[in-house]
């Protein structure tokens, strides 16, 4: 085990130390200590490396991580995991708006709750928050699956595309173009497997898909307001 | 007077100055699809801009500099505030930002060939960036845009340099949109949708707003690319010194101000012409803002808005910025709206010159286009030859009226060069209306 003191070595030369680290790294279980919220930690990742960050951090935590596995002990800023494109990110505590933003891949979990915006323009990630998430959650979210075992907030999944939404708890309201869909085997197969790799204690069958109507993938008029 | 009296004096028929025979064609289109109208391109109404301005030249109370023999440079270097890789381009003006998606890959390698054969760099758009423009471009400058279309960490490594994207002159505070028709198999891939259906760009960034979260967005962006990568921001023409003096704040090495008459790909047609400013009336606050920082010179301030002759990049020069960048001019050069598709024009409804319906990829020329026989139409290899040719052009010319006002390097013009034609000129660039040595607004005098 690696131990870095960020509050002594300071953010570049823990974000270089962890960027350098290659895929045949005998180097992959590092703990971050005195976080206090800082900004941009282990950002850029690209080596299948566990990371621990012990304590909550600032904005942008785990910033287009790929391969490796970064779990923070504590609560996250936001724009935890924005533009993931592969690996894991495991949020502890709550996390602010914008989790898993625009994320392309791998998985993002949050053991807390969810600000809005959560998976606000995702592009194939999976996110699994196993509170509720805030308003504007899934907005234009293009595709990957989103789990919400809690309660979702005002206008979930508006302008979505082909993302899916899974949510056990009450939703709001839904966004424009956001409708409930019918829960089919395949729908069930991909909820089942995010439960399990998350670790939530959950059914499929307790849960609704939502998605899109698909009426504003072409401009017309009569849409517009 | 008799009845029938054919002779007598009639009133002619006046067209209305406000009711032209435009705006009456808009408002029987309006009524009869219920659309408001979507093109490309930029402001196409008459704005104060370059033309508006003179320079001065040398004479008794200065010298000039032989034209042809004695050196004028035209080196300029970006990004030198924080980033370790600054870029240097060999002339002052780039090339803006256009999305593979809105252009066909032959245009995007196009542009890249032409750029980097005149020493210079191009730049992504919404969309990412493909293979073709990184492989043929010496110095690619990435955009990083609200929709992330195609964004990921080894592209963002591979450029030159990083532009985020707040906002555009031919938009200011909007988003954009492209239409399904133009979404091929490639570009659906790219960006993560389906085939066919519009892909709309977002007017903001998802994951932080206001310039507080942009100064961490831009460290994370730095911590990423191991604060290498100069960072610009690209502002639209809106609040000038504001803008600039807010992304000087958040940590910009560069910053990127787009006039109204700088193009877009497709937005609405009231957004084009009626919101933002001309280039011309921003350069100065621009300028103004970071001599107030004291940042003038250390954090580069690029320009563009209807930059198309040497002249205007001299001029842009002398209100005080470090380079130019070119969208629309760049298109042309290398065979937008040339008049050889004329019959084509005709059968879309158009003429060359004033053909603006980039967002439905018909282009006969094959640019704004993503349909495999018309881009087919399009030679990378010439037309990047012809982009370097103008590219040249300008340059000479920029040269040649800074050694005609004594300057040894391009960015040693200043406003001192130049006078106004028109009070609105004077007014916006801050420099004397002819044949006097006043301006409106000029400070210890009085309008």
Known sequence: MQTFDLEANGLRALNAALQAQSQQTNETAWEVVNAKGSHAIAVGLDAPIDVTVRGSTGYYCAGMNAQATIRVDGSAGPGVAENMMS?????????????????????????????????????????????????????????????????????????????????????????????????????????????????VDAKPEEFKRYGSARQLYNFNIDNAY | MAKDDTHAPRTLPIQSATFTPEVNAEIRRAAATGIYDIRGGGAKRRVPHFDDLLFLGASVSRYPLEGYRERCDTNVVLGSRYASKPIEIDIPITIAGMSFGALSAQAKESLGRGASAAGTSTTTGDGGMTPEERGQSSKLVYQYLPSRYGMNPVDLRKADAIEVVVGQGAKPGGGGMLLGQKISDRVAEMRNLPKGIDQRSACRHPDWTGPDDLEIKILELREITNWEKPIYVKVGGARPYFDTTLAVKAGADVVVLDGMQGGTAATQDVFIEHVGQPILACIRESVRALQDLGMHRQVQLIVSGGIRTGADVAKALALGADATAIGTAALIAIGDNDPKWEAEYNELGTTAGAYDDWHEGQDPAGISTQDPELSKRLDPVEAGRRLNNYLKVMTLEAQTLARACGKSHVLNLEPEDLCALTLEAAAMAKVPLSGTDWWPGKPGTTF
């Open chain 1, 87 to 199: 690996g894991t990110v495991i949020v502890e505590g709550d996390a602010s708006q914008y989790a898993g933003a625009t994320g392309h891949g791998g998985l993002l979990v949050i053991k807390g709750n969810a600000s809005s915006r959560c998976g606000i323009s995702m592009k194939g990630i999976d996110i699994v928050v196993q509170g509720n998430v805030g308003h504007m959650s899934a907005f234009m979210a293009q595709s990957g699956n989103m789990v919400v075992c809690g309660d979702a907030g005002d206008a979930l999944g508006d302008s979505i595309y082909e993302a899916r939404l899974f949510v056990r708890g009450s939703v709001k309201s839904l966004g424009a173009d956001c409708v409930e869909k019918e829960m089919r085997p395949e729908h069930i197969e991909i909820l089942a497997d995010l439960i399990e790799r998350s670790g």
